[in-house]
C-alpha cells in the first residue's frame, strides 16, 4: 500500500527550527514529484514548496527559510524550516505527485504533522 | 497566479447537483495545469480531479471537472451526504503552485 507518514511537528519558539520528514512506504520516492502543503488554523490549504529531480520550488513567504530536501537512501523527504514565525503554524501535510513531474496532481497525502509556533 | 474560488458557501439537498467555480488570475495554458481536491476535517485531503477532467483512481462519475484557460467548473451531480467537505482547486502552471481559497458544501 502505498503511504506517507510525517513526523518531526512540534512546539518552537518564534526564530526556531524545525526538520519534518516524511516517510514514504510502497513505492519509490525518488522517481516521483512531492510537496509539501499545510493548513494553518481555520484557514484553507497552502502549497509551501515542491520538488521534481533537481528543481525545487517554494512559495515566496517561506523562501529562504525553508528548504526541502531528499534522502533517496531512506525513501525520505525533509522540510527544513529556519527562522519560524507565529504564522507558520499549521497541519503540515507531505504528498506526492501522480508523476515525476508538478505538472499533475497530488495523488496520495499523509495525515500530516502539526507545527506550533509560540513564545 | 492567483486562484478564486464561488460560491464560499454551497448549502444543497442529497441529490441535487453541486456547481464549483475556479476562477484562475491568468490562462493555465491550453492542457489546463488544475486539479480538484476534496477535504474533510481531521483527514488528509483527496484528489478528485487532474488535469482540469480526469478523474483520480477511485472517484465516481458523479465527480466532473471541466474549463478551460481561466474558467474551470467542479460539478458534483447525485449529491450524497458523505459529500460534505471543502473543495479546492489548485493550478499547478506556474510555481508557487497555489490553492483557491476553497468552497465548503453542506448537504443539509
Known amino acids: 500500500e502505498v503511504q506517507l507518514l510525517e513526523s518531526g511537528g512540534g512546539l518552537v519558539q518564534p526564530g526556531g527550527s524545525l526538520r519534518l520528514s516524511c516517510a514514504a512506504s510502497g513505492f519509490t520516492s525518488a522517481t516521483y514529484a512531492m510537496a509539501w502543503v499545510r493548513q494553518a488554523p481555520g484557514k484553507g490549504l497552502e502549497w509551501v514548496s515542491g520538488?521534481?529531480?533537481?528543481?525545487?520550488y517554494y512559495v515566496d513567504t517561506v523562501e529562504g527559510r525553508f528548504t526541502i530536501s531528499r534522502d533517496n537512501s531512506k525513501n525520505t523527504l525533509y522540510l527544513q524550516m529556519n527562522s519560524l514565525r507565529v504564522d507558520d503554524t499549521a497541519i503540515y501535510y507531505c504528498a506526492k505527485y501522480i508523476s515525476g513531474s508538478t505538472a499533475f496532481g497530488l495523488d496520495v497525502w499523509g495525515q500530516g504533522t502539526t507545527v506550533t509556533v509560540s513564545s | 497566479i492567483v486562484l478564486t474560488q464561488s460560491p464560499a458557501t454551497l448549502s444543497l439537498s442529497p441529490g441535487e447537483t453541486a456547481t464549483l467555480s475556479c476562477r484562475a488570475s491568468r490562462s493555465l495554458r491550453n492542457i489546463g495545469y488544475l486539479a480538484w481536491y476534496q477535504h474533510k476535517p481531521g483527514r488528509a485531503p483527496r484528489l478528485l480531479i487532474s488535469g482540469v477532467s480526469a478523474r483520480a483512481t477511485g472517484i465516481p462519475p458523479r465527480f466532473s471537472g471541466s474549463g478551460s484557460g481561466t474558467d474551470f467548473t467542479l460539478t458534483i451531480s447525485n449529491l450524497e451526504p458523505e459529500d460534505s467537505a471543502v473543495y479546492y482547486c489548485?493550478?499547478?502552471?506556474?510555481?508557487?503552485?497555489?490553492f483557491g481559497p476553497g468552497t465548503k458544501v453542506d448537504i443539509k
Open positions: 489548485q493550478q499547478y502552471a506556474t510555481s508557487p503552485f497555489a
Open positions: 520538488t521534481s529531480g533537481s528543481a525545487v
